[in-house]
């Protein structure tokens, strides 16, 4: 496990903003992430994808901050979707029984087409 | 027997411990020090460091008497007890002024025939205090006479101007004092509080097991003005040093490499040291290879001298052979089963009445044996599980305990300090990488364990409210299993107050905390959490199956 510092970028793909947490999602940069994805809400997307392909490490307070960002976009009539979780992480979900709350995707390409196709 | 210690060149690694002791009368006058209370496991040094503490402070000149008392061999009925420990102290008092080390151990000696000594050496002012005693002994005043036995070292400093260094010595047993029979009068421990408070005659106080010792200390007037010190087992280094240097009095060599196991085995434990070069010297080999340490070993554990010991610990609350029997299985299942079972169960599993298993229970706790950390009394549990429960041969056992010898040779054990800082917990994380990467442990699980350790930090972090911002970290791997210890100061928890709430009902509070302990309950196969001494201690055990070592 390497763990760099905690950054979150995004980029826009039609109506659907892609969140990219990088680094150990914990108390700190949770705020960040639910920040950013926050942004995007207020701007009117509904459709948030989280991409964890950069994500080391993602504790328990960090696991809480992403149930904030999906009761808040559940609210707002939107849509949270992961992808690229390492094995651990989605474990972590299955652990605590927080699978069935979440939609989850290998990859960028699945959760887009899902969405799109939620959209239809 | 204060001044049997060991010689001082070959007592090992206890420099300061031994030299902030040696300064306690000092420091306690000038009110920089509280009495002491010595802590640690069995047979880890108490006693000895209690006895280089006399000698020293016997032989340096400084105008500070030591007074060494062990409540182990005392009789317990109070009006002996008060006679023995005013004579003892009055014996060792004229020792030190006389600069005799024979009437330290003189039992022989009666109050009688020491009205001379203590007058040939200039000490008739002790002759008051003696009457003063005399008088209640006569009187038949029980409470006055222990008072005044008590207190003759306060008595004796404020004559005689010297002031006196009081170390007691397995104070455990002073619970047992009693008037006619045992349990009659309790709560006479707390008469020490008067001359406890003396800043002439600070007291250094010790005993086993740790948790009786600090729970008589809980009442308050003992608990005031007292510190803690914790003695730590030796580290390995000098474990050997140790070892080596009692095998060399004997003319007899070992290599560090043949030793190894035997050293991991007995966890920097000084007793359990001796014992082995002892059983050392009786194989009459001149050169020590680790064949030979093992079946040292293993009649140590059987029937030498560690064997005897923990029969006593045992024989002390244990007077029935079915008390044995089910305070053997008790600890077997303790041993071997991973997590911890309810009291119900467990006397569904084991097939033992409640109240039998409640009265095993307690003793367990008691002796401070429920939880422990110690391959060498796990051994002799074993050891005799075998010959009492399962009937099997002398040779049999042997065999067995031989086959164990040697396991904790490939054993690693790592220490660190992290600040209560933010994400200070990462660097544990890649500690335990590294430790789980030299024994080859498959990624997946190392990943689980690291967030387990993670979340334990974040909640010492989190909860402790202390002032010394430190987690104290003790990893322990072997083949079978790895073991952390994560040790926080301030606020104590215990595992059934963290309550498990359903998922719905966190979904819908504000914050949607409270995951840590559930995650780390399904990560590890044992959580246990403790208290120790003024820090929470949390034990995170991960048994490691043979599909999660890589080949």
Known sequence: ?????????????????????????????????????????????????????????????????????????????????????????LDTF??????????????????????????? | MPLTGLPAKDYLNREDDLSYLRRLADMRQDSLAANVLLLGTRGIGKTELLKQVFREVFWEGREVVPFYYSFKTAALKS????RDYFTRFLKQYAAYVKKEPLLVDDAGMSLTRLMPVLSSAGLDWMLDIVDAFQEHAVSGDLYGQILAAISAPAAAAKRGGRRILVMLDDFTASEDLHEARRGDAPGLASLFEESMKNSLCPHIITGSPTARL????????????????QLLPLPEDTSFSFFDSLLRKMHITCDMREAIGLIRTVRGNPLYLKNMAKAAWKTKKKELREKDLAECYCHEILDGEISFYWSSVLSERIRTKNLLRTLLRLLMRQMTKEGADDEARLSQVLGIR???????????????????????????????????????????????????????????????????????????????????????????????????????????????????????????????????????????????????SPVEEKLA???????????????????????????????????IRNKEALK
């Open chain 2, 214 to 229: 600090e729970g008589i200390f809980s009442d308050p007037s003992l608990r005031k003005d007292t510190e803690r010190m």
């Open chain 2, 509 to 543: 509070s504000g914050r949607k905390r409270g995951w840590g302990f559930t995650l780390i309950r399904k990560i590890m196969d044992d959580v246990r959490v403790e208290r120790v001494n003024d820090r929470t201690r949390v034990t995170l055990v991960k048994k």
């Open chain 1, 94 to 120: 299955e652990m605590l029984g927080l699978t069935k709350y979440f939609l989850f995707f290998p990859d960028e390409e699945a959760a887009l087409t899902a969405l799109d196709a939620r959209k239809r």
């Open chain 2, 79 to 82: 009006s002996t007890f008060a």
């Open chain 2, 354 to 500: 409640d109240a039998e298993l409640g009265q095993a229970m307690e003793i367990l706790d008691g002796n401070g044996l429920g939880r422990h950390d110690d391959p060498v009394f796990e051994d002799f549990v074993r050891a005799l599980y075998m010959r009492e429960i399962e009937g099997r041969s002398a040779g049999e056992i042997r065999e067995r305990i031989g086959e164990r010898f040697g396991t904790q040779r490939d054993s690693s054990r790592f220490e660190m300090v992290i600040p209560m800082t933010d994400q200070a917990e990462l660097v544990a994380a890649r500690a335990v990488e590294q430790i789980g990467k030299n024994i080859n442990l498959e990624p997946d699980l190392l990943n689980y364990i690291q967030l387990a350790l993670v979340e334990t930090c974040i909640n010492a972090i989190e909860h402790s409210g202390s002032y010394e911002k430190k987690i104290y970290l003790n990893f322990l791997s072997t083949p079978e299993q790895i073991e952390i210890t994560i040790e926080s100061p301030g606020r104590s928890f215990s595992l059934d107050s963290l309550r498990e």
């Open chain 1, 1 to 89: 496990m390497t763990t760099s510092p905690f950054q979150v970028t995004s980029r826009l793909v039609k109506d659907v903003a892609i969140v990219y947490p990088r680094g150990y999602l914990n108390n700190l940069s949770g705020e960040y992430l639910v920040n950013e994805c926050g942004r995007h809400a207020q701007a009117g997307l509904k459709k948030i994808v989280v991409n964890f392909h950069e994500t080391d490490l993602i504790n328990s307070i960090g696991i809480s901050f992403l149930l904030n960002v999906m009761e808040d976009l559940q609210t707002a009539g939107g849509t949270l979707c992961f992808t690229e979780m390492k094995k651990v992480h």
